[in-house]
């Protein structure tokens, strides 16, 4: 059961351009929502999160959209550049203090 | 930045071995956590502890055993490898204390890519 859908699963975005990621959860206990990077080789790190108290954050180029009525989230990549080339994970849990469901991942690429 | 690491980095064993997975961590962090990574599912959580006493099944626990040796150490065990068990493995810890920037930020090592031939 996939209680986070994630999509589109890949992406190419011409460099500046702004690549989205949506994604949508079931469980509508859910109160914390992260999105973590990864690079080729790495382990995921935390890139930016949000409560469903606020319905958008920004955190330098990046910024989450949150929708609670439709029970989706989205991140938004600002003047996108070659380096923010890497799979990205939306992620869901509950009181924020329990364990992580992870969607499906993106595989973004930009391209110069 | 080693504050969560694993070994080994790469295993390529056959079906039927057991194989130990290692993660060992210098965060001070309580919770630890096991999840596998496949193209297109994401990453699945195996198991997690929230202490030294605590081990909970995850999502896909099936075919995998844990053991929390210390709040520094944990580790996966495959007891009969399968060839669908091939895959990259991350260990992660958190501290809902809130040492990361977020109060559940998970602090994930650098994997272990594990092929069963």
């Known amino acids: 059961q996939q209680q986070v859908k994630q999509s589109p699963q890949s992406l190419i975005v011409q460099k500046g351009g702004i690549p989205i990621i949506n994604c949508a959860y079931e469980?509508?206990?859910?109160?914390?929502f992260p999105w973590y990077q990864q690079f080729p080789g790495k382990g995921p790190a935390l890139l930016i999160a949000?409560?469903?108290?606020?319905s958008e954050k920004k955190e330098g180029r990046f910024t989450i959209s949150f929708n609670k009525s439709a029970k989706q989230f989205s991140l938004h990549i600002m003047d996108s550049q070659p380096g923010d080339s890497a799979t990205y994970f939306c992620?869901?849990?509950?009181?924020?203090?329990?364990?992580?469901?992870f969607g499906t991942g993106t595989r973004l690429t930009i391209i110069p | 930045d080693a504050d969560v690491t694993q070994t080994p980095r790469n295993r390529i064993t056959k079906t039927g071995k057991r194989i130990m997975l290692e993660c060992s961590q210098t965060?001070?962090?309580?919770?630890m956590y096991w999840y596998r990574q496949d193209p297109g599912l994401g990453l699945r959580l195996i198991y997690y502890?929230?202490?030294?006493?605590?081990?909970n099944k995850g999502e896909i626990s099936d075919g995998y055993s844990v053991s929390r040796q210390a709040q520094a150490k944990f580790s996966l065990s495959l007891e009969s490898a399968i060839p669908n068990q091939t895959a990259l493995y991350f260990c992660?810890?958190?501290?809902?204390?809130?040492?990361?920037?977020?109060?559940?930020?998970?602090?994930f090592g650098p994997g272990t890519r594990l092929t069963v031939l």
């Open positions: 992660a810890t958190s501290d809902p204390g809130g040492s990361g920037r977020n109060y559940n930020e998970q602090f």
């Open positions: 469980n509508t206990a859910f109160d914390y």
């Open positions: 949000i409560r469903p108290d606020v």
């Open positions: 992620a869901a849990s509950k009181d924020g203090n329990e364990k992580l469901t």
């Open positions: 965060k001070g962090h309580d919770r």
């Open positions: 502890s929230f202490d030294v006493k605590d081990i």
